[in-house]
């Protein structure tokens, strides 16, 4: 049975605040919720909080469904290693450490040795790894510091052999890497100027800038290589290729994935910079190079991905030459190990691993152990071994060593967890979309179940930035499998699972398609008896937190519990914090009139009606997201308490040192998700048994 209660919401002021666009005024009145520092909000903030924990606290299952996650939680966790010099690394949790702790060996028979412990450096775990380099002989690592989950990274310098820090310390720095020169003496990343101290977790981030890093000097010290003060929305990534001859600098706008190509030649003192490509009208990933050709990953003419060289000394486009064609599967990725290309194609959002020689001669395809996601495939050029990770939903991320000479792998590490992965099933289906379009889904769930109607199902999805949700392995979802629960995920329009078309079809103008497919999904498992209204959930994160405000306010009868998480639900104001200008690439801006119009009408904000009953809906966010400012759910929260009538919850639970979940220490991870499955086993009538 739901678990009913009278919930009394804080009181959340209004004021008269109101804004014009484009001749339409719009209302703002919870606008001074933007600001999280001030004693309003705080106190805002900590009432919110104390009723969801009242409200989560009155749920009998939510201990055992803790106590079953900790315990599933508890077994082992390695990555793929990888070589540098003569040393290999990877990464291990011995099962419930906050965070993931880096080893080295220098065989793969060795007992690994502790290179850098994360969990040391914060008493609660919320100091993250957040950026690893290291440089070709193995000797330097350059490794960023993320606190309390913010984009913010700290770069710091180790000498790996003696494992001490040097007095290197790097600050200011957001999505960027590091890059070593082959001469090991120093990185190129990239950085923005110091912000205000007060208000850096808000403000607005513009004219980033490439730099040099010597080993051994100060930040001062280090030299500009290039900016654009005419440009301040440009971001630069800047890498050396593997013969240490280049840097290439990826120019990036925003989160569309057009970017630009510029080049300088490390050999030659005081090269310029040069533009090889100088339009943003297709994506270009330079995979490596043979001395003056770049091999360069493109969807220029092919939304799906191909494989192109460009000579420097003829780098017209008129020159360029086809080396791997578009196939009709999605490439994904590219890399350059035992002389050949490594590709990694998606097929219907399942991975498929293939093999060419350099003029783009298919050599075979790589034999993976069933249905799902690998991943890794890393190393250099000339290496003739590599690892690999292959998961589903129903395995956990298990590690393999292939042979690049013979094409065999090898099981190198598999993972001992608490359950029994042949009591469950998953399929894929494909559904018609409003349109028409045909939209897969996976579907995980235990076998035999009955077509009832009587399921509780959880739909998760996100839509949006080029990104695929592929299969994987989640401990948390093998408890929601456990009590019964099925597991949805459909691969929507705006997502890269069909590579450029694909992604375009659900983004700006278009995003609508994105909440129809997700509301088809609904309907298609409703009509199919997987489950219904009464017991079907909606969640997603960040792009996904969106997709959900946006169809909890479109159906609100088609759900009987919602979870938007991180979420951009203030679709007016999204680019005046952080990093959100960014994505007016993928969402239009509000400042255009057209775009203004298509924001407007599904601006999960803007969009709830008052007197509506809503279904259960539990928000998350966190005080320290940089990303996704908490604004968007504050105001969505108080917008969503003031508009909803009805029994159904409306809460809101605020996570504290903790960002947008990167770096999301595995204790907070695990008392969240006992939350959330709790509060759907409260509201969708769930008998948890365990």
């Known amino acids: 049975m739901t678990l009913s209660r009278d919930l009394i919401y804080p009181n959340t002021n209004q004021v008269a605040q109101s804004d014009n666009y484009h001749g339409v005024e719009v209302k703002d009145p919870y606008r001074w919720l933007e600001d999280p520092d001030s004693d309003t909000t705080k106190a805002w903030v900590q009432a919110q909080n104390e009723l969801t924990n009242s409200y989560l606290a009155t749920i009998p299952t939510r201990d055992k469904l803790q106590q079953r996650l900790t315990q599933l939680w508890d077994y082992e966790k390695y990555s793929s290693p990888f070589k ?89 720095i957001k999505f960027s890497g590091a890059s070593w020169t082959k001469d090991n003496q120093g990185f190129f990343y990239s950085r923005y100027d110091e912000p205000n101290a007060e208000t850096k977790l808000e403000d607005v981030n513009y004219y980033q800038k490439l730099y040099y890093h010597r080993l051994g000097t100060t930040q001062a010290e280090d030299i500009l290589v290039y900016h654009r003060p005419d440009q301040k929305e440009w971001g630069f990534s800047g890498g050396v290729t593997e013969d240490g001859k280049y840097l290439i600098i990826s120019v990036w706008l925003g989160t569309d994935s057009k970017n630009l ?20 009208v297709a994506s270009y990933n330079v995979i490596d190079n043979d001395e003056d050709t770049f091999w360069v990953q493109t969807d220029l003419n092919a939304p799906r991905g191909k494989v192109i060289a460009i000579n420097l000394n003829n780098p017209d486009q008129a020159n360029w030459q086809e080396i791997i064609p578009e196939a009709a599967e999605t490439l994904e990725s590219i890399g350059l190990l035992n002389n050949q290309f490594v590709a990694d194609y998606l097929k219907d959002a399942r991975s498929q691993i293939k093999i060419y020689a350099l003029d783009g001669t298919f050599a075979r395809e790589v034999e993976l152990p069933g249905i799902g996601s690998a991943g890794g495939f890393g190393g250099k050029r000339y290496d003739t071994e590599t690892f690999y990770t292959f998961t589903s939903f129903t395995t956990p991320a298990t590690i393999y060593r292939y042979d690049l000479t013979t094409g065999e792998s090898k099981l190198f590490r598999q993972p001992q967890v608490d359950f029994d992965p042949e009591a469950y099933q998953t399929q894929q289906v494909f559904y018609p979309s409003k349109d028409g379009t045909k939209i897969p889904m996976f579907i995980t769930h235990k076998k035999g179940i009955k077509l009832d109607g009587n399921n509780p199902t959880y739909l998760y999805a996100y839509g949006g930035f080029n990104i695929s949700l592929t299969p994987s392995f989640s401990v948390s979802n093998v408890v929601w499998l456990e009590m019964g629960g099925i597991y949805a995920v459909p691969n929507l329009r705006g997502g890269g699972e069909y590579g450029e078309e694909w992604h375009q079809a659900g983004m700006k103008d278009k995003k609508q398609n994105v909440f129809d497919d997700f509301i088809a999904a609904a309907e298609w498992l409703i009509a199919q008896k997987y489950t219904s209204q009464e017991k079907l959930a909606i969640a997603g994160g960040s792009n996904g937190g969106l997709l959900v405000g946006a169809c909890m306010t479109q159906r609100p009868d088609l759900f009987a519990a919602a979870i938007p998480a991180v979420g951009v639900l203030d679709m007016l104001r999204f680019h005046k914090f952080t990093i959100g200008w960014a994505w007016c690439s993928e969402y239009g801006t509000p400042d255009d009139a057209a775009d203004f119009k298509t924001l407007y009408a599904y601006s999960p904000l803007h ?60 204790s907070k991870i695990i008392e969240e998700a006992a939350d959330k499955w709790g509060f759907l086993v409260a509201n969708l009538g769930i008998e948890y048994l365990q």
């Open 84 to 172: 540098r010099g003569q040393s290999y690394f990877y990464f291990k949790n011995d099962g419930l450490q906050n965070q993931s702790v880096l080893y080295t060996l220098k065989s793969l028979d060795d007992e690994g040795e502790i290179l850098l412990d994360p969990n040391t450096l914060s008493a609660d775990g919320t100091v993250a790894l957040s950026g690893l380099s290291i440089s070709d002989d193995g000797q330097w690592m350059a490794y960023g510091l993320s606190t309390a989950g913010s984009d913010w990274v700290e770069y710091r310098v180790r000498n790996i052999a003696t494992r001490e820090d040097t007095a290197d310390h790097l600050q200011w």
């Open 261 to 280: 190509v510029f080049y300088k030649n490390l050999e030659q003192l005081d090269s310029e910079v040069i533009e090889l490509i100088s339009e943003f």
């Open 607 to 666: 969009n709830l009606q008052p007197g509506t009953n809503y279904p259960a809906t539990m928000i998350t966010t966190a005080d320290h997201d940089d990303r996704v400012v908490p604004a968007h759910s504050f105001k969505f929260a108080a917008a969503l308490q003031a508009a909803h009538q009805g029994d159904n919850p409306v809460l809101i639970r605020i996570e504290t040192k903790a960002g947008h979940g990167a770096g999301k220490p595995t």
